[in-house]
């Protein structure tokens, strides 16, 4: 068994290094327009988190994480060697690497995330959960159209939001997120399952969101990334190419949200009361900007 490193709530190595000075923290804020292109699509694509050598440092520590026999394995919340309900198709799937390797934990304080993060979600920045994505060349598995807060109901209110980092070219050729623009405005949809057929959400949509069902291809280049609101509808196809299609997604939260349920929120995590904030060891607070900015402007709440 390797350490746990969810007992370190700072970054424990050299990949990522903290701004020192506040015009360096201000360097990573986005625009006015950015954030209310989010506020109108529910997503905002195309921001940069990671240069070259942090993507290869973190692609060299999730090939060793394909190894179940790795000895941080038992740290993992969920590990699925394959989610695909194709036989034909590969999806792996894990949470918890931030517990295992020290990329994946220290990537959770990068400043390029947590500022931007902080602005979309109006105040400080707290942790709920990693997962690793990755599709294989040629027999990719897909992850059907979903809402994240249908999985995440055990938390509330719901002030969520996602990061969604490719560690390869996401192109729509090797199954890069569709999202489908303004349906963070739905009502929370029923589950239909994440790993199953890309048509099963459409059992569930009244004839109004059907017609609004236009998806719309996030495609980034390598080391850039995806935000997006806790109801926004995504999926992802299958990779039929020649490449990889790699990712690590961070789950966040606005610092005070609470639990809303007695049992435990992830796998081997003891349990937050319901309705005690979220807070401790595994949900660690990333970024107060309070502590540089002092309180944020209304334009980029």
């Given at each position: 068994?390797?350490?746990?490193?969810?007992?370190?709530?700072?970054?424990?190595?050299?990949?990522?290094?903290?701004?020192?000075?506040?015009?360096?923290?201000?360097?990573?804020?986005?625009?006015e327009e950015q954030v209310e292109f989010y506020r109108r699509e529910g997503y905002l694509a195309g921001i940069k988190v990671l240069d070259e050598a942090q993507v290869d440092a973190l692609c060299r520590e999730l090939e060793s994480l394909f190894d179940?026999?790795?000895?941080?394995?038992?740290?993992?919340?969920?590990?699925?060697?394959?989610?695909?309900?194709?036989?034909?198709?590969?999806?792996?799937?894990a949470l918890g690497a931030w517990r295992i390797t020290p990329g994946l934990h220290d990537v959770l304080w990068n400043p390029a995330m947590t500022v931007p993060a902080a602005q979309l979600l109006g105040g400080a920045v707290r942790f709920w959960h990693d997962q690793l994505f990755c599709?294989?060349?040629?027999?990719?598995?897909?992850?059907?159209?979903?809402?994240?807060?249908?999985?995440?109901?055990?938390?509330?209110?719901?002030?969520?939001l996602t990061c969604w980092i490719g560690l390869d070219d996401a192109t729509v050729e090797n199954g890069c997120v569709h999202y489908i623009p303004g349906s963070h405005r739905w009502p929370l949809l029923p589950i239909t399952g994440l790993a199953g057929g890309m048509d099963?959400?459409?059992?569930?949509?009244?004839?109004?969101?059907?017609a609004q069902f236009k998806p719309v291809a996030a495609e980034l280049k390598k080391g850039f990334a995806t935000f997006h609101h806790p109801l926004m509808v995504h999926g992802s196809y299958g990779n039929a190419s020649d490449r990889p299609r790699r990712a690590v997604v961070i789950n966040m939260f606005l610092d005070g949200t609470e639990s809303a349920s007695d049992k435990p929120l992830l796998h081997g995590v003891p349990p937050?009361?319901?309705?005690?904030?979220?807070?401790?060891?595994?949900?660690?607070?990333?970024?107060?900007?309070?502590?540089?900015?002092?309180?944020?402007?209304?334009?980029?709440?």
């Open positions: 068994m390797v350490e746990d490193l969810s007992q370190h709530h700072r970054p424990i190595g050299n990949l990522f290094s903290l701004p020192q000075t506040r015009d360096e923290w201000l360097r990573y804020r986005l625009s179940p026999k790795h000895p941080g394995h038992e740290l993992f919340y969920e590990y699925h060697s394959n989610e695909s309900k194709d036989p034909n198709t590969v999806l792996f799937h599709k294989p060349p040629h027999h990719g598995g897909v992850v059907a159209w979903h809402q994240d807060y249908s999985y995440w109901t055990r938390t509330q209110p719901m002030n969520h099963a959400i459409q059992s569930v949509l009244t004839d109004e969101q059907k937050i009361p319901k309705g005690q904030q979220m807070g401790g060891q595994f949900f660690p607070l990333l970024f107060d900007p309070r502590e540089v900015f002092g309180m944020l402007s209304p334009a980029t709440r």
